[in-house]
Each structure stands twice: as structure tokens, then as C-alpha cells.
């Protein structure tokens, strides 16, 4: 009911394993039914770990939803 409202999302994720639980396209691949087109950018971050210990990545991780708010 988001997209069909037009709601703009943001995903972020982080890590690569052996699971293929963890990549890019996981989000919309959860809900393969729903058209996101461009509602749903993706920032995948496959080197960092999943708390976010490194300094560059948490950088990132406040830079890049601040970006995308204020592009809104």
C-alpha cells in the first residue's frame, strides 16, 4: 500500500554471505509482487560488517539517508 500511495523508500543493507540472504536486490525480492520502480533506491554496503563498526561505512550511513530525505 507504500507505492501504491507513491511513498519514497530507502534501503540499506550490509554484508555478502555464503546464504545469498544478503544482497541488493533483497528487499525487492521479498516482495516480488510489488512494482517499486524508482520508490526504492538501494545502498548495499557487501564489506561492512552488520553493526556497522567501520568509521567510512558509518559515515555513509548518515550521509546517504540525509541525501535521500533531502532529495525528497
Known amino acids: 500500500s507504500l507505492v501504491e500511495r507513491g511513498v519514497r523508500l530507502l ?3 550490509t554484508g555478502d554471505d555464503d546464504l545469498d540472504f ?6 525487492a525480492d ?6 517499486f520502480g524508482e ?5 548495499h554496503f557487501p564489506n561492512a560488517s552488520h553493526i556497522v563498526t567501520e568509521p567510512y ?5 548518515i550521509e546517504i539517508p540525509v541525501a535521500w530525505a533531502e532529495s525528497l
Open 11 to 13: 534501503s540499506v543493507c
Open 22 to 27: 544478503m544482497y541488493r536486490r533483497q528487499y
Open 30 to 35: 521479498c516482495f516480488d509482487a510489488v512494482y
Open 39 to 43: 520508490l526504492l533506491p538501494v545502498e
Open 57 to 61: 561505512f558509518q559515515e555513509q550511513l
